[in-house]
């Protein structure tokens, strides 16, 4: 595509980027469409502007934004996780689709993979060893932890599929699959890959802890919203878990004071188990933006009543 669709008018593409960087999606698309101009948002932006906007491309809504843009007929999702866009003021006209990058879901499998194996593995107690100068072997056989994956689309596959060929039993689990409970009280690992809706927010809270046998670990993948924080700490604490290893908070990015960050036991990071390539968010934005402009269905849509 060398032009602007014809029914956009050049009417701007705004970005809403954050919480990823802007100038490489910028790049990307330009270099892709070099008729089609991304407008990243700021708050500095004017009435005029937002309301010609048709198009967004983005991560998530700042509060009070959907209301101004009227003109708005498509948001296109950079994340898997849609629910950061699906503003409650968002008008149900407006179409909603993502990207999906089998690459983010292969970047998601390596990062689960790299904690579990650190987690069975003791690489911890190795490295602590290191650091004293003491060279003992603890006696260790090939893991065979019994892991539940929460959420079965194509992140969790990818997980599952990654952690059997290490040799680990994978169940997977979606809310059609039986009682949360039942599952979790056979698994010594939980990966948690599921959207974040209403029905699955708070879902991982005290008594999910306790479904699961003692010393078991949790990794999250998927958004912080699932977890019941001071629960999850509580667990931990009390050795009901062995510890957690979350890429995900509920207050992204965590404060200083955020408890989480001082529990033995529990690994953060900043939400960097995969992220979407820019060449592939772009190609995908221009054959969405080309679906939409033929009137033709978008690829991925997103369900907006199931949130996925
Ligand atoms: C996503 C994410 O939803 O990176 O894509 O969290």
């Given amino acids: 595509m060398s032009t602007a669709p014809h029914t956009t008018h050049n009417a701007p593409i705004l970005l809403l980027a954050d919480p990823v960087m802007a100038a490489p999606i910028v790049a990307a698309v330009a ?56 503003a409650p003021d968002l008008p149900a006209s407006v179409l909603v689709s993502r990207v999906v990058d089998p690459d983010q879901a292969l970047g998601m499998a390596q990062y689960v993979a790299a904690m579990v194996l650190r987690q069975v593995r003791g690489l911890d107690t190795y490295r602590q060893q290191q650091q004293a100068r003491q060279w003992v072997r603890h006696p260790m056989a090939a893991a065979r932890h019994r892991v539940c994956v929460l959420g079965w689309g194509a992140v969790g596959q990818a997980c599952g599929q990654a952690l059997q060929a290490l040799g680990l039993p994978v169940q997977g689990w979606r809310r059609s699959s039986g009682p949360l409970h039942d599952a979790l009280a056979q698994a010594d690992i939980v990966v948690n890959t599921l959207p974040l809706t209403p029905a699955t927010q708070g879902l991982l809270d ?21 977890v019941v924080e001071p629960d999850l700490i509580a667990a931990v604490q009390a050795g009901q878990l062995a510890g957690a290893a979350l890429d995900v908070q509920a207050t992204e990015p965590m404060p200083d004071d955020d408890p989480l960050w001082q529990v033995p036991g529990i690994t953060i990071t900043p939400h960097i188990a995969a992220q979407s390539s820019p060449s592939t968010v772009a190609s995908q934005f221009v054959a969405g933006l080309q679906a939409l402009e033929a009137g033709q269905a978008l690829p991925h849509p997103v369900d907006r009543a199931l949130g996925y």
């Avoid at 999910?208 to 958004?223: K, S, T």
Wanted: hydrophobic share 50%; aromatic share 10%; proline share 8%.
């Fill in 31 to 86: 270099a892709q469409a070099p008729g089609l101009q991304l407008l990243p948002y700021s708050r500095t932006l004017d009435d005029a502007t937002l309301a010609r906007v048709q198009v967004v491309l983005g991560w998530r809504f700042p509060a009070g934004l959907a209301p101004r843009l009227p003109a708005l007929r498509w948001v296109c999702s950079m994340a898997a996780g849609v629910e950061k866009l699906l």
């Fill in 206 to 226: 005290a008594q999910a802890w306790q479904a699961m046998p003692r010393g078991g670990y949790f990794i999250n993948v998927a958004r912080g919203g699932h």
